[in-house]
Nanobody
């Protein structure tokens, strides 16, 4: 399995970015997908996740600003990030967990929120 993330970049506070992650393989629809982030000097932490059935979960700090979604026809999970804050600056990683517990990580994409 390969997870290819894209969409990071530099944005001003209050701006928006959309991250996408495309997965290879034929079992995307049965996998739970998520986005994690890691800021300098910090541990990698969950931002948002979406189950195979479409239920979602968010860390409190992004609720109301970020939206995670999936398109099983395109093997893609997306993180729409609005009202971005400087504290959202981090490397964002796409994550997959298959039903048997096997996990995969994407390569990470940098998000920088700065004026």
């Amino acid at each position: 399995v390969q997870l290819q993330a894209s969409g990071g970049g530099l944005v001003q506070p209050g701006g928006s970015l959309r991250l996408s992650c495309e997965a290879s393989g034929s079992f995307f629809s049965s996998a739970a997908m998520g986005w994690y982030r890691q800021a300098p000097g910090m541990q990698r932490a969950l931002v948002a996740r979406i189950s195979s059935s479409g239920s979602t979960d968010y860390v409190d700090s992004v609720k109301g600003r970020f939206t995670v979604s999936r398109d099983n026809t395109r093997n893609t999970v997306t993180l729409q990030m609005n009202s971005l804050k400087p504290e959202d600056t981090a490397v964002y990683y796409c994550h997959m967990r298959r039903p048997g517990g096997t996990e995969y990580w994407g390569q990470g994409t940098q998000v920088t929120v700065s004026s």
